[in-house]
């Protein structure tokens, strides 16, 4: 079966067209579901850019096919790509919001001959297993990397660290203990939870046991991370002064209203936030939230959505709509441009975005709305994770 396949998308890619008049781009996520508010935000980055741009590149139309993974789940995330790339003859393949959905079609990609474009999965090693992939959103490696810093200039030594069991949580820690240790801190503990953990008392006891002056978490956006931030108040580790810092999946915006005055003073360190002070940013809230149709659910993976398309764009540009994924990829290598989140840049080697990393922290704003505030920038930052262990 799987030979089957293999050859059904060899075949596929050898007989298409050289020039389609429609390109295709099918777009894997979370679009029902607890999570399906980050597929939402993947919708209307892709509509706001198209909204901006139109749907031509030069002669050619662009459409989108979207196709739902309501949770982490492999193989629907592998069988729903070969579905796209067979059946609806898609160019380009975009979105995965999950890194085990990502990781699991990237086998597809050189024998169909099909670009794929991450707008959210965060672990480093995702470009590392296809030549064809591009990343337009970031790492946890390169957002948790930063807030160490920041722990040990607040004169923090000891943290706890707790992340959800999976790629990218795992990043998150190793990142943040790197990190805090080469700078003199100590990791006292690190606790890995599953990714369906719903009741957290047990873990706020064991942060208030450990004496940490501060806890480093990392969930993935969503149900969870709201779960988690709610656990630490209710439990008094505030109160407590026990200092909450995280990367900035934990406090994205559209959980701010549901957190309130809980979660004032967290500290994050993040690649985007809505509040985002530049012209560009302006233009995109004011697209993507037409998009959204309600503006408070406007989060970070609209961002790399909307990127994501740029970068699309930009290929089919330099390919003429000719489907050849290696000289597409070949045209972004090194491709600069100025992003909603700030200046940006395709590593030409490992695929990946340069970007500003920025500490923030969650502030009431004159309107009596919470929002992420930024108060330092890390300039350029790459991906640690790439290089770490070499």
């Not at 590149?57 to 739902?68: A, K, Q, S, T």
């Not at 290929?315 to 491709?335: C, F, H, R, S, Y």
């Amino acid at each position: 079966m799987k030979r089957y396949i293999m050859a059904a998308i060899a075949a596929l890619a050898l007989s298409s067209a050289a020039y389609a008049d429609t390109i295709k781009v099918g777009v894997i996520g979370p679009f029902s579901g607890p999570f399906a508010l980050q597929g939402k935000n993947f919708k209307a980055g892709i509509d706001a850019y198209i909204a901006v741009n139109g749907n031509k590149v030069g002669d050619h139309e662009v459409e989108v096919i979207y196709r739902d993974v309501p949770q982490p789940d492999p193989a629907q995330s592998k069988a729903l790509a070969q579905e796209l790339v067979i059946k609806e003859g898609v160019q380009y393949l975009a979105g995965f919001y999950f890194t085990p959905d990502a990781m699991a079609a990237t086998p597809l990609l050189k024998q169909a001959n099909v670009p794929m474009v991450i707008m959210n999965a965060a672990t480093s090693a995702i470009v590392t297993k296809s030549p064809y992939v591009v990343r337009t959103s970031f790492t946890t490696w390169q957002t948790s990397t930063p807030i160490a810093q920041v722990a040990r200039d607040k004169g923090i030594g000891k943290v706890i660290s707790v992340v959800s069991d999976y790629g990218p949580g795992v990043d998150a820690e190793n990142a943040f203990k790197a990190a805090f240790e080469t700078a003199g801190g100590s990791v006292v503990e690190a606790i890995r939870i599953p990714l369906a953990t719903n009741d957290f008392s047990p873990i706020m006891q064991r942060i208030k046991d450990s004496g940490a002056e501060a806890v480093f978490a990392f969930l993935p956006s969503g149900p969870t991370t709201l779960g988690f931030v709610k656990a630490y108040n209710e439990n008094g580790l505030k109160e407590a002064g026990v200092q909450f810092l995280a990367p900035g999946d934990l406090t994205q915006e559209s959980d701010l209203p549901a957190l309130g005055e809980a979660a004032t003073g967290i500290l994050t360190t993040f690649h985007y936030a809505v509040s985002h002070d530049s012209p560009e940013n302006k233009a995109f809230v004011e697209a993507a939230s037409k998009a959204i149709g309600n503006p408070a659910e406007l989060s970070f993976p609209s961002v790399g959505a909307y990127d994501g398309m740029h970068v699309i764009y930009k290929m089919i540009e330099a390919t003429g709509g000719e489907q050849d994924a290696e000289k597409a990829v070949e045209a972004v290598k090194g491709l600069s441009w100025q992003s909603p989140r700030g200046p940006v840049t395709i590593d030409p080697e490992s695929r990946h975005l340069t970007q500003n990393i920025y500490l923030r922290e969650v502030a009431k704003g004159d309107d009596g709305k919470y929002y992420n505030k930024e108060i330092q920038t890390f300039e350029n930052q790459g991906d640690p994770g790439l290089t770490a262990g070499k």
